[in-house]
């Protein structure tokens, strides 16, 4: 179980009912270096060992990425599955141990699907997307704290500030999303994704590069749908008119994105939900 101070690593010998070992490691750049040595020491054996993660933000992503790279099987466990899995085996204790005992439980009787991380070219658009949402939050809030000062008796100083920084805020984040533009006409795949992407009414830039990040740094098992969520508000008087609306949503299918995408028209019922649609596999 991964923090941002500690790590508690549970490990199994053999067998789930076997004898159980606990080590308490202090979460850093080195902790894999850590692991790994305290693994040495026990004898256990790399190549039939299972690394079972609980994501803690990103605080789990330096233990991951350096035990994928020694070539270790690693797995970042879905949070709601292991608590799942938790209270289908009566395990009721919540603490750090008992966490990383269930973990452990977790990999040994589930045998989940190993992660694989995502290319560097995702992972520095994740990167860059996750600095423009910063920015754009950071900007909000001095825009917000500036409307505040205009209706209220307010220090000439503070409003200078306050401006001062929203066009700093502005020029970071226009700086920002021509990397993430640049980013993405630099790598063909992602160029030619973005352009599928951004064909959908409704779809631009924004929305489009998140889409990106998620459909190309994730792998898919099976059929999986991914809906932008648009929220109209509606008066009584043009709800009757809501039928003529249409809605997207993409359908990805195979075990893999490198399948291709298909963009299908959904039209919304008022009162009804969605319609079905019937697609046809590849």
Known sequence: MSGKVKLISACFRKA?????KTKVLSNGPDVARQLLDWLEVREVILSELQVILEPTGTYHEHLAYR?????????????????SFATGMCILTKND?????????????RQPQAWVPPPP?????????????????????????????????????????????????????????????????????????????????????????????????????????????PAPRFSCACLRSVSSMTFWFIMIYGVSIRYPVRVYPVPFIPGGGWSRVSPAYP
């Open 16 to 20: 789930p009912e076997g004898k159980r």
């Open 67 to 83: 035990l994928h790279k020694k070539g270790l099987l690693v797995v970042i466990a879905s949070p709601v599955r292991v608590q």
């Open 97 to 109: 141990h008992a966490d990383a005992h269930v973990l452990a439980l977790y990999g040994a009787l």
């Open 121 to 229: 070219a995702i992972r520095e658009l994740k990167a860059l997307l996750k600095r423009r949402d910063a920015l754009r939050e950071d900007l909000q809030r001095e825009q917000n704290w500036l409307e505040k000062l205009h209706v209220t008796r307010f220090s000439t100083r503070v409003e200078a500030s306050v401006t001062q920084m929203i066009a700093a805020l502005d020029a970071e984040l226009l700086s920002v999303q021509q990397q993430i533009d640049a980013h993405i006409d630099n790598h063909p795949d992602l160029k030619q994704d973005m352009k599928y992407l951004t064909s959908v009414k409704g779809i631009g830039k924004q929305v489009g590069s998140n889409m990106l990040a998620v459909l190309r740094g994730n792998s898919f098992s099976s059929t999986a749908c991914l809906f932008p969520r």
